[in-house]
């Protein structure tokens, strides 16, 4: 049975970010749910591109995801943040401890606002970072300076810049480094693997 991924989208999402989780998802074999939390199914992104979902968030707050991916973008964040639907499957999600990405201003705006990031450490776009619990100037080698920063069953990642690395640990953590690597070599994203010296352990 297909792996479910549930990726949420708004107005002043960040379309580089979306389609990057959509696409490599998909490519994995990942049964992905593109939801809108507006009012409609069509929102405009970031700048300016039309991203069309397949479901409000509304009809997606019943089914157990495997993973839900929050892509970033402002005002796209807040509205994340501030759908109650949205909140209640992220709360579910963290407290069932499984997957959770977050990328851009997604970590600090959506999960450190609504409480989900305590005791864990996370990343985010270096505009949001001194809003994410034991802020430290970031370095390449801090946890906080890190493009891709995994923390247990959570997934952090800084920015559209760092949308392909996030979205194949998203692969690799949910069906394995073989199926990331496979998907990534066609992709010319090779090699591929996980840092595991780099993961931080709750």
């Known amino acids: 049975m297909a792996k479910t991924a549930l ?19 998909r490519r994995a074999g990942v049964d992905v749910t593109v939801a ?10 970031s700048r300016g591109v039309m991203l069309v979902a397949e479901k409000l968030i509304g009809e997606c707050a019943d089914h157990p995801w495997d993973l839900v991916a929050l892509p970033g973008g ?21 407290a069932s401890r499984r997957l959770c990405g977050a990328i851009c201003a997604a970590p600090a705006v959506v999960l450190q606002e609504r409480g989900l990031l305590v005791g ?3 990343t985010c776009h270096p505009a949001f970072r001194d809003r994410l619990p034991q802020y430290r100037e970031p370095d390449p080698e801090s946890a906080n300076g890190r493009r891709v ?11 559209p810049g760092t949308a392909l690395e996030f979205a194949f640990s998203l692969v690799a ?3 394995g480094e073989e199926k990331a690597a496979e998907v990534a070599g066609p992709m010319m994203m090779v090699p591929w ?10």
């Open 149 to 159: 920063v995994i923390d247990g069953h959570c997934v952090t990642s800084q920015g």
């Open 173 to 175: 953590l949910l069906l």
């Open 74 to 94: 402002m005002p796209g964040a807040r509205h994340l943040r501030d759908a109650e639907a949205l909140g209640r499957i992220l709360d579910c999600q963290m």
């Open 7 to 25: 990726v949420p989208v708004a107005d002043g999402t960040e379309e580089i970010e979306a389609v990057c989780i959509i696409d490599v998802l």
């Open 120 to 122: 864990l450490t996370a």
């Open 36 to 45: 809108s939390v507006m009012d409609r199914l069509q929102v405009t992104a």
């Open 193 to 202: 693997h996980v840092d595991r010296d780099k993961e931080v352990h709750a």
